[in-house]
Every structure is written in C-alpha cells, then in structure tokens.
C-alpha cells in the first residue's frame, strides 16, 4: 500500500514497524469526529476559494459515504496507514479519485487530530455530565426515603455521632455536584478549535477559522497555532476531573462494601449489583463496588501516564502524543460505565434501618449529647468533656450504656444532672436536634434535599 507520504522515501519499514508506529488500532474511535472536522475544512476551502465548490461538493458527498460506512463498521482500516485520518483519506481517494487529495490543503494531521479530541471529549464530557445527574437523582430517592434512617456516624472508623442515613448519602450528592462543576467548567477550554493551525505554523492559504470552529460548534479558536497542536492539557483537565471522580467513587464503593459486610449489616445490594462464590455457597460478594474502587487506579495511572508523556515534551507536535489517546479513550469508558452502575447499584439497594439503629442505641455516640448538655448550663465544655468521660468509663466498667446508667450515678458526678438527660441521649433526639446550617437534623436534611432538587 503507497504511503500518503512516501514521496521522499526510497526504502520501506517492514510491517511490525509500522505496526508499532500506528494507532488505527485506536484512534478508530475518532473516525466520526475526523469526518466531521473535515467537512468543515472543505467547505472553508471552497468558502476561501481554495478550491472549487464542485471538488468541495464531490469531497463531502465522499465524506458522507464514508461516514455511513464507518457508523455500520464497515471500513476496511490498515496498520499500514498509520492512523484514522490517512485511513480516511486513502478511502476517501478510492471513492472519489484525486480530488480526495485536495482535501488536506493547508491542514496538518497535527491540527487535525488535536480537533478530533476535541470533538471527541466535549461530547463525552456532555454525556457523563448527564449520567452524573442521573445518579444524583437516585442518591436524592434513596436519601428521602431514609431521612428519618438513624446510623452511627463514623470519624476514625470508631462510632462518633449519631446521624441521618439521608445526610450521609447527600454528602456524595454534593461531591457529585463539584465533580459535574469540574466537567462543565473544563467544558470552555475543551470547546476551542485548533484547526487552521496546520503542522505548527498556521498555512500561506488564505483559510478562514472562524468559519471552520463556527461550524463545528466550538466557541472560539486557539490564538497561537504551536499551541495549538501542542497542548493536550484539555484531556489532562478531564483526567484530573475524572480521578477526583473516581476517587469519591471508591470511597463509596468502600462504605457500600463495609455495610453490606455481616460485622455491619447496615444495607443488602440486589443481587443484580452481587455475585456468588464458586467455593462458598453463602457468598454473596459485592463485586461492582469493589471493581470500580479497583477501576480508580487505571484512571489515575491514565493522568500519571499522560503528564510524564508531556513533561519536557518541546513545542510543537512530537509522535509521543499519540499516546494521548488510550487512556483518554479507556477514562470514558470507565467513568460511564461506573456512573451507569452505581446508579443501579444505589437504586436497588436495601436499606436495614433496624440494624442502622440499633447499633447507635448499643454504642456510646451519644456521648456528646451529655456534654452539650452540661455546655448549656454552663459548665465550660472542656470540663463537660471530662465528666462524660468517666461516665462512660463507668459504663464501660459495669457493662452498659449511658442510658442505662440511674440518675444517681448522674447526680453524684454532677448534681446539675437532671432527668431530662435520657431526652438528651435518645439517639433520634440527638440528630434532630443538630439544626445548624448543613447538620444532621431532619429539618437540615430535608433543606437540604430541597436545594439539592432545585439544582437538578
Ligand atoms: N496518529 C497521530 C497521533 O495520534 C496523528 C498525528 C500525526 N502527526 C504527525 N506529524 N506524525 O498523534
């Protein structure tokens, strides 16, 4: 097969070589965008009378078959091409003749490429914002069917306070949301053209790129053309977003994995979401919590793989770049994949409020109740710390819990102790009565929930 740039070659790399070297294996993914991209350079050039609107015409005409053809999966793609847009071209030649050639005047595969991924990750970034949303809704359905849902709240692992189900799951909402932000916020720099810059150096031809960025929807273009070609730090901006995402995923994935446990036993996960043991036939594992923890470190190692392939690169295009792409390409999967799942995951989930609840009663996180309690008649704090403290080593010593402990006991450590403090312990007073902005207290939740719906 004639290389598109065999002109000033007389010899020829064998085949594992240029097998190496290409990245149609791959960059087949960008063959709708590079179609797209071109279309509107060959209109530009017949727009700027680089050439004539009937070769424009046969070039589009061409670029629409192919465009079908590519859609159905039926393009024959060669290593021996290197890459998606010689591949297209080659075809594009075939189908239509040497008219097909005119096509890359005043274009590079430089530019060309870095607007394919452009193309490619402003409409992925759109789509994963709207699988955020949609998860977000299912974390707002669970919480408002568990804001009455009490649960120990944990700091160190160790029970600390009381606290709603419906706020713990709302902390994700939130999170979610500043992901979505980073996405949408990423979006301007993502929407900007590079085409027109050619190789490096932008193009003697008089090409108009306003016209081409119009066209293809971006909202501005890049001001200098090594840049360009040369940055890819929109992808890095998605990788980086993409790994805090991840990153707030496993943290989930490791709560849903410990409360399914039989230590917790604070939810079920459907047995859609589940698999079984080959070995123990009670086994009930679950697996996709654990595989998208898992999957965190693939898109960190993509961003890590990416900023190394970058560092110290000089201006403008070097073949290193090409390594852009697979872990771009491997980030959406995984970031689709693990939104479309955890949606389902957290949709279908049984929530075991009575063992959620019992086990506030059976634990000292009421603790703090108390001391509040002697705050607010105006012992200072520190001291109301200590009191409650021999308290619970009182408890600790005589096998039981605060609430079981006589009002004697109280009174003997403090005769500001009146009967109202098993009101104070009651772990379902003590989140109700956390109303500060953002606590725990249900009024706090539902506010919460409500501004979290208005948002949507
Ligand atoms: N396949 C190449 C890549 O993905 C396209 C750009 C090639 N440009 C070049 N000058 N060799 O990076």
């Known amino acids: 097969m004639k290389k598109l740039w065999g002109g000033r070659f007389t010899g020829s790399a064998e085949d594992w070589v240029d ?19 071109s279309i509107a350079h060959a209109m530009m050039l017949a727009q700027s009378d680089i050439i004539s609107d009937r070769e424009a015409d046969e070039i589009i005409q061409g670029l629409k078959k192919l465009k079908e053809k590519a859609k159905n999966n039926d393009l024959e793609y060669s290593a021996k091409l290197e890459d998606i847009h010689l591949n297209l071209e080659h075809h594009l030649t075939e189908l239509i003749g040497p008219t097909g050639g005119k096509l890359h005047t005043a274009r590079s595969r430089n530019d060309q ?17 709207e699988l955020i949303n949609e998860f977000q809704k299912t974390i707002i359905e669970q919480a408002e069917q568990n804001i009455e ?3 120990p709240g944990y700091t160190h692992l160790q029970r600390a306070q009381p606290i709603s189900f419906a ?9 979610l949301d500043r992901d979505k932000q980073r996405y949408s916020d990423s979006f301007k720099r993502i929407n900007l053209s590079p085409l027109g810059a050619g190789a490096l150096a932008g193009t003697t031809f008089p090409i108009d790129r306003y016209f081409t960025a119009q066209k293809l929807g971006f909202e501005g273009i890049y001001e200098n053309s090594l840049d360009a070609v040369s940055d890819r730090d929109f992808i890095l901006e998605f990788l980086s977003g993409s790994s805090i995402l991840m990153m707030h995923l496993s943290r989930l994935c490791e709560e849903i994995i410990l409360w399914s446990s039989q230590e917790f036993q604070f939810i079920e996960l459907s047995d859609a979401f589940t698999t079984g043991s080959s ?10 919590a654990e595989l998208i923890r898992g999957k965190a470190g693939r898109v960190y190692g993509s961003l890590i793989g990416l900023l190394t392939v970058l560092k110290g690169l000089p201006l403008a295009y070097n073949k290193d770049m090409q390594e852009d792409k697979e872990g771009m390409f491997d980030t959406v999967k995984t970031i689709k994949g693990s939104l479309k799942i955890f949606s389902g995951m957290i949709k279908t989930m049984k929530v075991k409020k009575e063992t959620m609840e019992s086990s506030v009663k059976n634990d000292f996180s009421n603790a703090t109740e108390l001391a509040d309690y002697l705050a607010t008649k105006g012992i200072p704090f520190r001291e109301a710390h200590e009191i409650v403290g021999k308290l619970v080593l009182e408890c600790i010593q005589k096998q039981c ?13 403090n005769p500001l102790f009146e009967d ?10 003590a989140v109700g009565r956390r109303t500060s902005a953002g606590g725990t207290g249900f009024s706090q939740v539902k506010a919460q929930i409500g501004k979290a719906k208005e948002l949507l």
């Open 19 to 37: 097998e190496f070297g290409a990245s149609i294996g791959f960059d087949q993914e960008l063959a709708e965008q590079d179609i797209e991209g």
């Open 167 to 175: 706020h713990h799951l709302m902390a994700y909402f939130w999170m």
């Open 149 to 151: 849902t009490i649960m």
């Open 401 to 413: 819990y605060l609430a079981d402990l006589p009002l004697e006991a109280y009174k003997e450590m």
């Open 279 to 288: 070995i123990m036939p009670q086994k009930k594992n679950p697996d996709m």
């Open 113 to 129: 490429v870095a607007t394919d991924m452009h193309l490619y990750l402003r409409a992925q970034v759109e789509e994963i914002i």
């Open 420 to 429: 109202d403090i098993y009101e104070a312990l009651n772990p379902y007073n």
